[in-house]
């Protein structure tokens, strides 16, 4: 069974709007953590945003926020006012407790439209 | 700010040749870690290092091979290489105290032909 699932292949979005990449994930560890990573074209993964499963808030970094719905297994990636430089390839990504390893999705293409 | 460098960005090689990726990170972190990625497939772990001379088998395995022989380089070998082995390579790289994220490399693009 995977155990991260982005169910979203490809997204378009309008420029200063908001979006929501979706994550789900399946762990039966009580510790874990969950990653977003951007691949531009480029190819190089820049990682986004960490979110551990015992931190209380969401986790945020600057446009970027995790929507962590503990209960239901997802970690939702919501960017803020999009701008055109935000298109790229987004992965999803989760660490299990005590592992070195990370486990990642298959990506969601984002497109940013003016 | 972490650095990890790929020795090629683009390689083209022909089947049955032997392959050698390598992987250079300046941070002295004690994790290295070797993907593939595929459209459709994400990033899949091949093989990864938590020390010099250690090395573990990830996900997807077969028909490669690592080396560790100093800290900072993360060799990815191809013994013989293949044309189901054309994919973009990942080197990343973390410290051991800290798992909140891995640093990647910005690829190689192999071509198998």
């Known amino acids: 069974a995977q155990k991260i699932t982005q169910t979203q292949p490809g997204m378009f979005v309008q420029e200063k709007e908001a979006v929501t990449l979706d994550c789900t994930y399946d762990?039966?560890?009580?510790?874990?953590?969950l990653f977003w990573y951007k691949q531009p074209s480029s190819g190089e993964m820049i990682f986004l945003i960490y979110?551990?499963?015992?931190?209380?808030q969401n986790a945020t970094e600057g446009r970027y926020s995790l929507n962590f719905q503990k209960a239901r297994k997802s970690a939702n990636l919501v960017i803020s006012a999009s701008q055109l430089g935000d298109s790229a390839m987004y992965f999803c990504?989760?660490?299990?407790?005590?592992?070195?390893?990370?486990?990642f999705g298959t990506g969601t293409q984002l497109k940013v439209e003016l | 700010d972490v650095k990890v460098t790929q020795s090629s960005r683009y390689l083209v090689k022909r089947t049955g040749e032997k392959v050698f990726l390598e992987c250079v990170q300046d941070?002295?972190?004690?994790?290295m870690f070797w993907y593939r990625q595929d459209p459709g497939l994400g990033l899949r772990l091949i093989y990864f290092s938590y020390d010099v001379k250690m090395k573990e088998k990830g996900d997807i395995p077969e028909g490669y091979s690592v080396s560790r022989e100093k800290k900072e380089r993360f060799s990815l070998i191809l013994e013989s290489a293949s044309t189901n082995q054309t994919s973009m390579y990942l080197c990343a790289s973390s410290p051991a105290t800290s798992l909140k994220t891995q640093y990647f490399g910005p690829g190689t693009r192999l071509l198998v032909l």
């Open positions: 990504a989760m660490r299990e407790d005590g592992g070195n390893k990370l486990t």
């Open positions: 762990t039966s560890d009580q510790s874990y953590g």
């Open positions: 979110q551990g499963s015992y931190d209380e």
């Open positions: 941070m002295d972190h004690e994790n």
